[in-house]
T-cell receptor
Framework: DTEVTQTPKHLVMGMTNKKSLKCEQHMGHRAMYWYKQKAKKPPELMFVYSYEKLSINESVPSRFSPECPNSSLLNLHLHALQPEDSALYLCASSQEGGGGGETQYFGPGTRLLVL | AQSVAQPEDQVNVAEGNPLTVKCTYS??????LFWYVQYPNRGLQFLLKYITGDNLVKGSYGFEAEFNKSQTSFHLKKPSALVSDSALYFC?????????????FGAGTQVVVTP
């Protein structure tokens, strides 16, 4: 089973709201990722967790706060977002997070609209 | 530094005709090369990858890709396109010297298959 699930599918929030995106995988993977994708553009890496520790933070604004409660779950907490943060947010997972020939498996994404 | 080029923003093909989506890359060292497909409002789906060995890689849904080291290319091909192949295709590269999982994605190629 190569499935990564994400909730919610769609989210509309105001600039003063606090919300969270959730991601789950049951493939036994030890690395999980958050990406941001604008329409018709490639995904941009935001965060990487490997063995539940934050490995990579691609200089993302502090209004985005990741959390990895365990190796199967990944959250992205959102606070005081800007309209330009509206995008498709993708979660992915991979076996180890060590790069090389490792495949990343993506979830369906959460479509976020910030008003 | 590593980079990926997908020279065509869009490829148009009639159903039943061969489909080719081009990708060239630049990395230090040997590359790991991937193809992903994205249907509207969905996440990225893994199609195939090249790690080492046979230059012709077969993947999901009848797609294949040929690794050409001298031309630094990894073009995606399908002998007979289907309307359902209409989607956004991303090529991605990761260098063998990369110690963690970051992909370098191409800009993407929109494939339109007409009946």
């Amino acid at each position: 089973d190569t499935e990564v699930t994400q909730t919610p599918k769609h989210l509309v929030m105001g600039m003063t709201n606090k919300k969270s995106l959730k991601c789950e995988q049951h493939m036994g993977h030890r690395a999980m990722y958050w990406y941001k994708q604008k329409a018709k553009k490639p995904p941009e890496l935001m965060f990487v967790y490997s063995y539940e520790k934050l490995s990579i933070n691609e200089s993302v604004p502090s209004r985005f706060s990741p959390e990895c409660p365990n190796s199967s779950l990944l959250n992205l907490h959102l606070h005081a977002l800007q309209p330009e943060d509206s995008a498709l947010y993708l979660c992915a997972s991979s076996q180890e997070g060590g790069g090389g020939g490792e495949t990343q498996y993506f979830g369906p994404g959460t479509r976020l609209l910030v008003l | 530094a590593q980079s990926v080029a997908q020279p065509e923003d869009q490829v148009n093909v009639a159903e039943g005709n061969p489909l080719t989506v081009k990708c060239t890359y630049s990395v230090s060292g040997n590359p790991y090369l991937f193809w992903y497909v994205q249907y509207p409002n969905r996440g990225l789906q893994f199609l195939l990858k090249y790690i080492t060995g046979d230059n012709l890689v077969k993947g999901s849904y009848g797609f294949e890709a040929e690794f050409n080291k001298s031309q630094t290319s990894f073009h995606l091909k399908k002998p007979s396109a289907l309307v359902s192949d209409s989607a956004l295709y991303f090529c991605a590269v990761r260098a063998t010297t990369d110690s963690w999982g970051k992909f370098q994605f191409g800009a993407g190629t929109q494939v339109v298959v007409t009946p």
